[in-house]
């Protein structure tokens, strides 16, 4: 915090911040008579949402003392927007100002007495925060008298033209409030000053040698130059850069194609090659192997490689200034006038500092051996780049940037049809825009209008960012393609900005669709630096309509029609000022299981961090692209559909490294991958859950009468070490079962051999009602189930089980009970697979088999154990981890059901496994972002008592899948110490409320806990689910799902499928509903605390009951207010529900 003193004296503490739309009703109240004279009538949260930048001044108590925001173009109708540049050149002194460095101010309010300190802080302030600003315009068309502040802040701009346009035009410069610093060599007397810095800002200090910084000034010289950066004399600064650079080793760690590996090529005559050598072999024994030219010949002759690169090995800046580390870089290039390229290493996790968002960081190579961050600036860079609608001219150019970029015809089509009839083949209009250097073009921006807006907005989450009804339709664009050259990265910004001015657009939305969307057309170069500068928007879950039953009350097809999925970004004016927090930290999660998947999710969602090392080390690689209703086999825990992985990021966010795990190395922090990959990691995520395993057959001797009791004492695991046959299919993931399927219609459907299903979960099921869809024949099919464990049941109520074993019954599939797997091919080599025997309670079992099909003895992967194992965490039957998912090593976490909790808690008999996996993992990621996140404080330590208390989750434990019979099956329940499949609870008769029946496929069943809120959901039904609204039931109570429990008592409710089929019901199972929900606990909250008060202060008054009625009527009117403006601001997914106004 700053201080600030006001005209009459007064000392006030301030903290300059950007403006939120909570303060607009803060700064509204500040608007003075002199304020509308000069910027006019404004609606404060339009210009809050359309400022590139809106900065507020609060004191410690949160009280606003000023405002001001900030736009690229000038107050109100002077000039359009896009013209301002022409316009202040013809009539102003103003060559200078550019939409680089200008910005214009459109508001500026303050309290009276600190009016001037105001101004100076947040002028101060904007300086400070936008490093290429150089001025602030005041040009408006009200020629009104200027507040004294504003009048001794600003300076009249020069006029050219008499008379000119009636406007106020006033500028402000920076070097009056937060000038450039001065750059100069540095010398040993600024020692003192540089280590002050030094300290403050490290813990490392050398005992050894105290004096490095004095002996690295001392040694300096042309190839080794130190220079400070000083203010008012005092050096505040320091940089050592050198020459001496090990290109060789930095081209084996990193992809430095695009740079022509640091490396500058001359060539050389064949005449003046020969006088040359001697010459050439002198310096190379007098420099080192890093400075050594290479020369090599090629059809076009010799020529020679020349190191062209210069590294920064040294950089401090006090942090009152770091924001002009940027004035550092013109000089250093000065020093090395033959040198292109300025290059700095950082250790990955050393947090961005200022200075390197003018670099590019450079990918590394899958063979690095130096694991640290480099990045990398070209000269080129320091040129300003000027952003301009494309014409036909630039079509070479153009043409010329992206020839070797995939998709370069796709752009070239759009742009020709931008030329042509500035319309994409389907009409809507497109506009493009150049990039130009010095008259060079390097880069190139092509959108088109936004059509589906309305989609956009009802699928996506954009008004986390954007004040939607003060954007109109117009103003919204997709980009079509992007091209910019690395080397001017860091402008990326400004690009967006310029293109948003020049094209009057508001936000710009850039759409990633799956590999398998066919009908991609997007050339973007790089990737990275949009989703640098674009923010993530979340996807909303759907309500599932009944349209015919809707009819006219429908939503709009705009935004019921079936779209292909994609991951959207969003670049709007205010986020094009907003900066980001890069984070380098390797951070490596294993296991493509739901608690992995939700992890990443959290991460890549955050709208302010960009990570840049976040890997998946997966079997299969990404999940599969498949959904399980069009593979089957596995049941579901509707955790991530494909749709949902296709609108998640992941893919532009995450590196996936495809095989399992087969090692840890914890000193040396890299995780072996099958295929010997070394995976390097600051912080490992072990996320891989449980799998089933490969049976081993005990081996008995089957000759000889042997059952299931006299194998018991044999009963230990043994891992299968064998050869596994080619029809033996062990199902994990969909990648899994996609291989079965076509394994199966291409091997199997059309034989009469016979299908083999091993194990006792719900998978099993699941699994047979698969195999009989795909025209298989009941009777070929074996269900083989072993002994159930004492208490476990595949299904919550035996009436379920019961119909599925009626109807594999009826389809003839044939079910053996109580079975153990004894031998494969009698012993024999397994390969192929012909014939399995099994001991039972009686007789041996022995059964042809044409494919096996194993769903049986689900645990830790054997890879996964000796991985674990053999890097010494502790595994007791489980990873165990701490209540903050820790393991013994503190950079290895774990979540999931591969985990259990330390005996040390005392609970046993709760672990992740009884959880939602999805809740878990998203947990796990709260829980590590504050060692990322600056903008979060760090966790607490929990006091002793705390500390033995593991956490406990709320969401529901989900699952579901087709059945035989053709039933559709969801169970949704609340956690609890029995697992999902575990033995049902007993609920109370009177809680229960149950319609329809098993046999009759109309199955519909509701659990209500002591507090009437839903806490069990069953369905059983021939028809398909609307999966997601029913979802939405869990935790609800009765009353908000329409009197439930009364209706149905007074027996009014005979279907529930029906019943919640209802237009009413929409409502809730609208996203927002939870939101909503909250609202009215705060109201119905409030209103008792203050009638519980009011009571006891009136205890002994008459009108007590009076006042009660009074404050119920008052609660029930803000509870149907709440109600209105839920229904009214979310109405273009609930026109079902009429409004005030409507009718």
Known sequence: MRTITSASGQEEAVTVRRSESADAQGIDSLISPSALAVFGRVNVIHLLEKANLAVT????KEEILAHASFFDHPVGDL???????????????????????????????AQPNFGTASVKEIMRAVFNAVAELEYICLVSPNVGGLEPALDEMFEPLQRLTDPGPQCLALICHRHEHYPRLHIRPARVEDHDDIMRIFTEQTKILSKRQPYFLAELIETQNEENPTAVCESDGVAVGFI??????????????????????????????ESASQSESTEEENQTTQTSDSQQEETQSTEAGRFSEKPNAFCIQFFIIDKNYETRSVDFIPYVFRLFPDLDFCIITVPMLSPEFVLLQSFLRVPHRDTRSLHCELYVLSRTGLRSVEVRPAVATDRPSVSDLVKDLRLNESLLQDLDCFYETRRDPDGVPVQAFVAQVHSQVVGILIMKDEQDIEYIRAHYNIENFIYFSHHHYEEHAQILHFVLKPSFQHFTKHLFKEVLRLAQ????????????????????????????????????????????????????????????????????????????VTINAR???????????????????????????????????????????????LSTSHAYSRRDLAQLPLRACVSAVTGKMVGINRKSKYVLVSGGKKVPYDHLILCTGLQYQIPSPTGVDLSQPVTNSQLQAQSAHHTYSGPVPSNLFTLNDLCDCMAARRWLCANFVELEDNAVVYGNSIDVFTTVETLLSLGIQGYRIHLVLPPPKLGVSCFSDPVMEKAVATAMEKAEVQVHNNCLLARMN???????????????????????CGVFINLSNKGVDYNVFKSINNSFLVFDSRLVINATFQTRDSAIYAAGPLTKFSRCYHADEWSHANFSSKEVGQDLAATMLPLFDPTQEPADEPPPEMDRLIPLYKQAKIQGGKLPGGYNYLHVTKPSTTSLTGAPAEHLQDRSVVT????????????????????????????????????????????????????????????????????????????????????????????DDESRQQVMEDAADSNVLLQGR??????????????????????????????????
């Open 57 to 60: 001044l609060a004191n410690d």
């Open 79 to 109: 000039v359009e927007q896009n013209r301002w540049e022409p316009f202040l050149q013809k009539h102003f002194s103003s060559k200078k100002c550019t939409p680089l460095n200008t910005l214009f101010l459109h508001l500026f309010v």
């Open 240 to 269: 050592s850069v050198t020459s001496e650079v090990d290109l060789k080793r930095l081209q084996d760690s990193f992809e430095l194609s695009e740079f022509d590996g640091l490396y500058k090529h001359i060539k050389h005559d």
């Open 505 to 580: 657009k508001s936000c710009l939305y850039h759409r990633i669709y799956p590999s398998y969307h066919s009908q991609e057309n997007s050339c973007i170069h790089h990737l990275d630096f949009v989703l640098n500068c674009a923010v993530p928007v979340r996807p909303r879950r759907q309500i599932i309509y009944p349209l015919e039953e809707l009819g006219i009350n429908a939503p709009s097809t705009q935004i019921t029609e079936d779209q292909e999925p994609f991951a959207l970004s969003l670049i709007s004016r205010k986020l094009t000022m907003e900066p980001k």
């Open 587 to 633: 951070i490596v999660v294993v296991g493509a299981s739901d608690t992995g998947l939700s992890f990443l999710e959290v991460l890549c969602f955050c709208p302010h961090l960009r990570f840049n090392n976040l890997t998946l080390i997966s079997t299969h690689g990404f999940p599969s692209d498949y959904n399980h209703e069009d593979i089957g086999f």
């Open 826 to 848: 009698n012993g024999e080599h397994p390969d192929p697979l012909t014939s399995v025997s099994f001991t039972t309670d009686a007789e041996p079992l022995h059964l042809h």
């Open 996 to 1087: 329809g029946r098993v046999e009759t496929g109309n199955y519909f069943c509701l659990h209500l806990d002591c507090y009437e809120l839903v806490e069990t959901l069953t369905c059983f039904s021939l028809k398909p689910l609307p999966v997601s609204n029913y979802l939405c039931l869990y935790g609800k109570h009765q009353q908000l799902l329409g009197q439930l429990l009364t209706r149905y008592q007074q027996g009014l409710i005979h279907d529930l499928y029906s019943f919640f089929r209802q237009s009413w019901c929409l409502a809730v199972y609208h996203d927002r509903f939870s939101d909503f929900e909250q609202e009215l606990q705060q109201i119905t909250s409030t209103t």
């Open 1110 to 1143: 009074f404050k119920d009527a008052e609660s029930r009117a803000s509870l149907r207010s709440s109600a209105v403006k839920y229904l009214s601001y979310n109405r273009n997914l609930l026109p079902m529900f009429a409004y005030p106004g409507q009718l």
